[in-house]
């Protein structure tokens, strides 16, 4: 899909995962199943891996792959950033552990281009920083693998930008873009302030400049219109919107995207 369905979250299930984890305790059963997408991975000891996955029905997971770094497995290979994957957990006191893990999708296309996978990657790391550890977010799980089928497809410019503006509206931080933030002027809208949490008119003006093409962009994006706006050709709008939605998206996370560099 290229609108990634952004539910509000104030709908999120938020104590499916922890109801599940005690139902399995209380039966004895340690293991569960999943399916989710690979955010990063990170080397422990000699011969395993710790993987950060976000899933569809337990949140952001942090697991052992054991021995995948011994020899080049098939079973490690499932296990890299931006795979979809079926998998089998241990249940574990602090860390998880990747029992079985089979392939769903590699993103091919995503892995074969530098520039998408710069994309992807930027992506997988605004959500490894939202995600919560155990914390059920399906919309996030939904709306990330929404934007990597949309990036796998076609490297619009906008595939990233879109998914950090849905990202925003997704935790709760829409920006206003069909009013100035602090008047509800709707017309001669020419900045964006993420401290006020969005447009400002001319006679409110602060924060970073935007052009009337910018503006159109950000009401497609988060006026139900995501479609249309992929479709947008690359031109001066379509990078100030790119530009201005990391900006944003670092101020809430309080950090710079490490990642972004990869797209400059």
Do not use: M
């Given at each position: 899909s290229r609108t990634w369905p952004?539910?509000?979250?104030?709908?999120?299930?938020?104590?499916a995962?922890?109801?599940?984890?005690?139902?399995?305790?209380?039966?004895?059963?340690?293991?569960?199943?999943?399916?989710?997408?690979?955010?990063?991975?990170?080397?422990?000891?000699?011969?395993?891996?710790?993987v950060s996955i976000i899933t569809e029905?337990?949140?952001?997971?942090?697991?052992?792959?054991?021995?995948?770094?011994?020899t080049k497995s098939k079973f490690g290979a499932r296990l890299e950033p931006t795979s979809h994957v079926a998998l089998q957990l241990y249940e574990g006191r602090e860390l998880d552990i990747v029992t079985q893990a089979e392939s769903i999708d590699h993103f091919r296309p995503i892995r074969?281009?530098?520039?998408r996978l710069g994309r992807?990657?930027?992506m997988l790391e605004s959500v490894d920083q939202v995600a919560m550890e155990r914390e059920p977010n399906p919309a996030l799980y939904r709306m990330l693998l929404g934007a990597l089928r949309s990036l796998a497809a076609r490297n619009t410019p906008l595939?990233?930008?879109?998914?950090?503006?849905?990202?925003?509206?997704?935790?709760?931080?829409?920006?206003?873009?069909?009013?100035?933030?602090?008047?509800?002027?709707?017309?001669?809208?020419?900045?964006?302030d993420p401290v006020e949490g969005g447009l400002l008119?001319?006679?409110?003006?602060?924060?970073t400049r935007v052009s009337p093409a910018a503006v159109e962009l950000l009401r497609q994006i988060l006026g139900g219109r995501l479609a249309q706006a992929l479709d947008e050709p690359a031109s001066p709008a379509t990078h100030e919107v790119e530009h201005l939605a990391t900006r944003v998206v670092e101020h809430h996370l309080e950090r710079r995207l490490r990642s972004v560099g990869v797209l400059e």
């Open positions: 952004t539910p509000s979250a104030s709908t999120r299930p938020a104590n995962a922890s109801a599940g984890s005690e139902h399995r305790r209380a039966r004895g059963v340690a293991l569960y199943r999943d399916q989710g997408i690979v955010l990063r991975t990170y080397k422990l000891g000699e011969a395993d891996r710790i029905r337990h949140g952001k997971v942090r697991a052992v792959a054991k021995g995948v770094r011994k074969d281009d530098l520039d992807a990657v930027t595939v990233v930008a879109g998914f950090h503006w849905k990202l925003l509206a997704l935790e709760g931080f829409r920006p206003v873009v069909e009013t100035c933030v602090l008047c509800e002027e709707d017309e001669d809208l020419v900045a964006f008119c001319s006679q409110h003006r602060r924060g």
